[in-house]
């Protein structure tokens, strides 16, 4: 499958003393095409600095909110910018780090909030994990771990309602999309963020769950860490599924399209996504949005087939229309060691709202 990475934006030009001339300058016939290179190449390098040249003014005039929404807006536009990122989520966070005191469930979730609107940098995760250790602390810790418990499926498949559900048992941490997103080529630091969290949680319940579709990805790293892990995958209809997708994006919105595809805008969770090429789109934008879901939707279905034949009984089955039924809640909470059945919940029906309310974070 294709890929996409940081590496398929536009690079930002480099200053004239950091370009090799012998490979990046072009050998131009006359000086007026010189230096009609040298001041394209200044243009484009103001262009990818601006936002964050003019939040840095702003910032330094005390109006740190408008610098935030301004990098907020800019890295909306750009999610694959992990600079931009993790400059939006530092200026996020000395913002607001004095709200909410240390070892505070609230403070975890604007720190949650943060990570998810930008990137994990090193001082927004050190923040996180003091935090979280010290909520932790006021727990007895266990004399082994807990079940770490993955979750996945493409989405629209009724996960919110699941992880609720779990959520319902008080012996088990049960949260959905838990922040930072991991991207479809992930970034080390993001899959180390989650590591690190899992690591710590199991200390201290008998189980730990967490619904992210990025987890079928993730599956070989997180079998590394934590060689015992299981996992629940939900699936749905194929067409039940990028019906639902195609009602909840809007027109100008397609998180499988290629950046800069000049049809539809990059969104937060295209980085998650698998950019499948379309080369008809212009023809018929909304048929080939569809396809695309289409693809990215039976092809997650395949591969999750081969994880499942791979973790045999460690790996459970279900199907979204079947969530609500009295012995798909049995088959849950046996695997997760529960002793009986889990509770019942419905929610996210017609909207991706639990996605990022941060209700279901921890």
């Known amino acids: 499958?294709?890929?996409t990475t940081a590496h398929s934006l536009p690079p930002k030009l480099m200053a004239e003393d950091e370009i090799d001339p012998d490979l990046a300058r072009p050998r131009p016939r006359s000086r007026l095409k010189l230096a009609a290179w040298i001041a394209a190449r200044r243009f484009f390098t103001y262009y990818w600095d601006a936002p964050t040249n003019v939040a840095s003014l702003l910032s330094r005039i005390g109006l740190s909110g408008a610098a935030e929404k301004l990098l907020g807006a800019a890295f909306e536009s750009n999610p694959f910018d992990r600079a931009l990122g993790m400059q939006l989520g530092d200026l996020a966070l000395a913002n607001g780090e004095r709200q909410w005191p240390?070892?505070?469930?609230?403070?975890?979730?604007f720190l949650l909030e943060a990570i998810y609107k930008s990137f994990p940098s090193e001082r927004l995760t050190a923040a996180y994990f003091e935090n979280l250790e010290a909520l932790m602390s006021r727990r007895q810790k266990r004399s082994?771990?807990?079940?770490l418990v993955l979750g996945m499926g493409s989405g629209r498949v009724g996960s919110t309602a699941l992880a609720a559900m779990i959520a319902a048992n008080p012996d088990v941490l049960s949260t959905h999309e838990n922040p930072p997103l991991v991207w479809w080529s992930a970034d080390p630091a993001q899959v180390d963020f989650h590591v690190r969290r899992f690591r710590i949680l199991t200390q201290y319940f008998p189980a730990v769950f967490d619904w992210s579709s990025w987890w079928l990805g993730q599956a070989e790293a997180i079998g590394r860490e934590f060689p015992n892990y299981r996992a629940i995958g939900i699936s749905r209809d194929v067409n039940a599924v990028v019906r639902s997708f195609m009602r909840i994006t809007a027109a100008s919105e397609n998180s499988h399209a290629p950046m800069h595809n000049g049809i539809w805008m990059a969104t937060r969770w295209s980085p998650t996504r698998e950019a499948i090429p379309s080369?008809?789109?212009r023809h018929d934008p909304n048929a080939a949005k569809e396809?695309?879901?289409r693809r990215a939707v039976v092809e997650y279905e395949e591969?999750?087939?081969t994880l499942a034949a791979r973790l045999g009984n460690r790996f459970l089955q279900l199907r979204t229309e079947a969530l609500d039924e009295l012995a798909t809640r049995e088959k849950v909470g046996t695997f997760l060691g529960l002793g009986g059945p889990i509770s019942l919940a419905r929610r996210n029906v017609g909207s991706a709202h639990d996605s990022s309310s941060g209700e279901l974070w921890f």
Do not use: K, N
Not at 102 to 108: L, N, P, T
Not at 144 to 147: D, K, M, Q, R
């Open 279 to 281: 080369p008809d789109a």
């Open 1 to 3: 499958m294709q890929q």
């Open 303 to 305: 591969h999750m087939a």
């Open 102 to 109: 240390i070892g505070s469930v609230a403070r975890g979730i």
């Open 291 to 293: 396809a695309q879901y």
């Open 144 to 147: 082994e771990p807990g079940l």
